[in-house]
């Protein structure tokens, strides 16, 4: 759906993304993760044909952009930095008129569409005031409106749940999700890894402009080959598994063993009481601190 | 894209208070006149100012020649420097883009709504000023001629033609002030700074044509032969800096236009 080659954008002596190999395939909900300033929305930009590439090569939805704009973009729904809309109109009239741009069908249809769209996001009951009186996750919800308006099969979302409120967050999660299930291929970029975790199924992780991972989440999300044991008889514990204990901090245990069905049953057969037991997974955060950290050195060393 | 934009700026209501302030300027000449009968000496003042008052029909003349050198201009400056720079601030215009909207059609519809404004800005205060002129002001001319600034006689119908001509005289001459905001509202975003450049370029303009040292450079100038209209009713026509300004706006309106274009389609949006 999305793929660059050695995609670079230079503004003046600055690099914002350098050599960038993004590969999105269809059906994905790919989470695009990177600090502030690491070259994300200028990235997104460049897919949309905002902002010009210095060089490399840009796919979208297998056409090259910018050039096939035309008929790339009635394909795609984008959100790009935060909503935004005409002051003085409705929310209603903001996306008729946003429709309108690049007229295509009857009007009744079109007003059918934006009524859709609106409704979709939860501003269906919404009253004819003008945007400026509108609250931020009112307009956040009408800038998703507007991503939503021509059914797309590719949404690119900056930071779509800026602004929300938990139940808000917590609607949009479930339209996208919903919208994934209905075959919609989405490209979420975002500071946040709580919402990439909950939401994404692939992971591109951007430091400094450069793309330091791609994968998919369960790859990084794997095992690490350690198994979390909570119990109150740690000492029998101990004595059970002599030099596989690794951590061990109060009543809470983390054990050199990778099968944990194996290992509850020995603990089982030893009358070992247990709390809680879990295989240890890498979590998303410490993934991307490390592959961030070493993607910073790589580039002070060069 | 250009139903929509022309349908934005008729809903605008910036658009009909710019307007309505446009007009008050030569709706409260026309009163003062009216009230107190003290015309400027001939000669003097704005043009076809000393003679309203013996032929209301001259005052939309009287009211273009009122706010053609700072008024009108500054109004289509405020307007052409909003269309792109406008967009760019509130940041719709990166949604008006991915809808998606090309960049060169975007501009030719920016164009024809400011076109548009230009055409209803001047009708709007010529037919003002026609109302006022003939309820306020002088109605000699009943008997159907009208004096030129020649001294001979005007028919009806040649005062209407020659006053439709200046009309489209001075719509020309404010397109060459539309395209130079355009192309300053593409390269800034902020719509203030595209205005009040477009602005600084007809001060420097008008400062310069009161220089002697500037001599050479008058005739590039582009406020120039703005109030060249008046040659229009002279017996006969004076057509040589009539001909020369029309063609001086369109050489600005080419150039700029050109400029904003080939500025606007390779620019990095990134607001």
């Not at chain 1, 935004?84 to 009239?93: C, D, E, T, V």
């Not at chain 1, 794997?222 to 514990?237: E, I, L, S, Y």
């Not at chain 2, 076109?115 to 006022?132: D, E, H, N, P």
Request: with cysteine; hydrophobic share 50%; proline share 4%.
């Amino acid at each position: 759906m999305i793929k660059t080659q050695g995609l670079t954008k230079r503004f003046g002596r600055i690099v914002a993304v350098d050599k960038l190999d993004l590969d999105v395939r269809e059906g994905d909900i790919y989470g695009f993760l990177g600090a502030n300033g690491s070259g994300k929305t200028t990235t997104v930009r460049m897919l949309l044909g905002l902002v010009l590439a210095t060089s490399g090569d840009i796919r979208v939805l297998d056409q090259p952009m910018p050039r096939s704009s035309r008929s790339v973009l009635p394909h795609v729904g984008a959100l790009v930095e935060g909503p935004a809309a005409y002051r003085h109109l409705s929310g209603r009239a903001n996306l008729a008129a946003f429709d309108a741009m690049a007229a295509d069908g009857r009007r009744a249809d079109r007003l059918r569409r934006v009524d859709a769209a609106l409704e979709q996001v939860g501003l269906g009951a919404v009253d004819n005031r003008p945007l400026r009186a509108y609250s931020l996750g009112m307009r956040q919800r009408l800038g998703i409106a507007g991503a939503l308006l021509r059914k797309p099969r590719l949404l690119v979302l900056d930071e779509p749940t800026n602004g929300l409120d938990p139940q808000g967050i917590r609607e949009i999660r479930d339209l996208l999700l919903s919208l994934h299930a209905a075959g919609t291929t989405i490209f979420l970029s975002s500071h946040l890894l709580a919402e990439v975790e909950q939401l994404c199924t692939r992971v591109g992780v951007l430091a400094q402009g450069t793309l330091v991972i791609q994968q998919d989440l369960d790859t990084l999300q794997r095992p690490t080959g350690r198994t979390f044991v909570r119990t109150p008889d740690v000492a029998q514990v101990r004595s059970l598994l002599d030099g596989q204990v690794e951590v061990h901090d109060d009543d809470s245990l983390l054990i050199r063993v990778s099968d944990a069905a194996e290992l509850n049953a020995r603990l089982v057969e030893a009358g070992v009481r247990v709390h809680e037991l879990s295989p240890e997974r890498h979590t998303l955060e410490d993934v991307v601190l490390a592959a961030t950290e070493a993607g910073n050195g790589r580039r002070a060393d060069s | 894209m250009i139903g929509v934009e022309l349908h934005k700026m008729v809903r605008d209501r910036r658009t009909w208070v710019t307007i309505g302030l446009l007009d008050a300027l030569p709706t409260l000449v026309a009163i003062l006149l009216a009230v107190t009968d003290l015309g400027p000496r001939p000669g003097t003042g704005p043009a076809f100012l000393s003679a309203v008052l013996a032929d209301g029909k001259l005052f939309p003349l009287a009211a273009i020649a009122i706010v053609l050198p700072l008024f009108m201009p500054a109004a289509v400056a405020v307007v052409a420097g909003d269309a792109i720079a406008g967009e760019a601030q509130s940041g719709t215009l990166r949604y008006v883009l991915v809808r998606p909207v090309g960049r060169t059609r975007l501009l030719v519809a920016k164009l024809v709504s400011v076109v548009s404004f230009v055409l209803l800005a001047v009708l709007v205060v010529a037919a003002t000023a026609y109302i006022t002129g003939s309820l306020l002001l002088g109605n000699q001319s009943i008997a159907a001629t009208t004096t030129s600034v020649s001294g001979t006689a005007l028919s009806t119908q040649e005062l209407a033609g020659r006053t439709g001509l200046a009309l489209v005289y001075a719509i020309l001459s404010m397109l060459g002030v539309a395209a130079i905001a355009l192309f300053l509202s593409t390269v800034t975003e902020s719509p203030l700074a595209a205005a009040l450049g477009t602005l600084a370029v007809l001060i420097a303009s008008t400062l310069l044509l009161t220089l002697d040292a500037a001599t050479s450079l008058h005739p590039y100038l582009p406020t120039r032969y703005w109030l060249s209209f008046v040659d229009l009713f002279r017996d006969p026509i004076l057509w040589r800096n009539v001909g020369r300004g029309a063609g001086l706006q369109a050489a600005y309106v080419a150039v700029f236009l050109a400029a904003a274009w080939a500025n606007f389609t390779t620019k990095d949006v990134t607001d």
